[in-house]
T-cell receptor
Framework: GAGVSQSPRYKVTKRGQDVALRCDPI?????LYWYRQALGQGPEFLTYFNYEAQQDKSGLPNDRFSAERPEGSISTLTIQRTEQRDSAMYRC??????????????FGPGTRLTVL | GENVEQHPSTLSVQEGDSAVIKCTYSDSASNYFPWYKQELGKGPQLIID?????GEKKDQRIAVTLNKTAKHFSLHITETQPEDSAVYFC????????????FGKGTKLSVKP
């Protein structure tokens, strides 16, 4: 079926506003990962879920960042009180097996966030 | 924690030549090493991966080698074609841990026709 989808593809917001980024993983995939990718860099881990349980959020930069996956499918990454340094490409990935099995992670096209 | 270094940052080759990209990792517990290709405007796509129980894996024009002792692994692309032009990322993770990937900074490969 379809691959990982993310919305919106582009988001421009003003400093101080909250934003919500959505990830729709491949149907049936157990694990869902959020990464952030700065220009010219590799993706940097933020957090991940097995089903609806958030297993690791050690990569979230601070408490303005949060994520949820309430029904074990779609996930939302929320950034509160955005700052210019939050500007980046935010990527979601999903894998069929639970995290830790060395399973292929399939990446979405990303959401380009620009904070003015 | 794990740290992955990738070299070179840019690589330009003539069509038909081979290209080699090298990565080193710091955590000896890492045991899963995927390579991703990222084309402009798209997300990274897995092209090949290797686990620590093997030293080499090949898939048509692409091969990956792993040296656990030296903690480095390499991507080899033979008979390069213009469509191989992209940014390539190596990554490492611990199978049996949470599975999040630690990526290198990427190599921009340009294949000139």
């Amino acid at each position: 079926g379809a691959g990982v989808s993310q919305s919106p593809r582009y988001k421009v917001t003003k400093r101080g506003q909250d934003v919500a980024l959505r990830c729709d993983p491949i149907s049936g995939h157990v694990s869902l990962y959020w990464y952030r990718q700065a220009l010219g860099q590799g993706p940097e881990f933020l957090t991940y879920f097995n089903y609806e349980a958030q297993q690791d959020k050690s990569g979230l930069p601070n408490d303005r960042f949060s994520a949820e996956r309430p029904e074990g499918s779609i996930s939302t990454l929320t950034i509160q009180r955005t700052e210019q340094r939050d500007s980046a490409m935010y990527r979601c990935a999903s894998s069929f097996l639970a995290g830790g099995r060395g399973d292929t992670q399939y990446f979405g096209p990303g959401t380009r966030l620009t904070v003015l | 924690g794990e740290n992955v270094e990738q070299h070179p940052s840019t690589l330009s080759v003539q069509e038909g030549d081979s290209a080699v990209i090298k990565c080193t990792y710091s955590d000896s517990a890492s045991n899963y090493f995927p390579w991703y290709k990222q084309e402009l405007g798209k997300g990274p796509q897995l092209i090949i991966d290797i686990r620590s129980n093997v030293g080499e894996k090949k898939d048509q024009r692409i091969a990956v080698t792993l040296n656990k002792t030296a903690k480095h692994f390499s991507l080899h692309i033979t008979e390069t074609q213009p469509e191989d032009s992209a940014v390539y990322f190596c990554a490492a993770s611990q199978e049996g841990s949470q599975g999040n990937l630690i990526f290198g900074k990427g190599t921009k490969l340009s294949v000139k026709p």
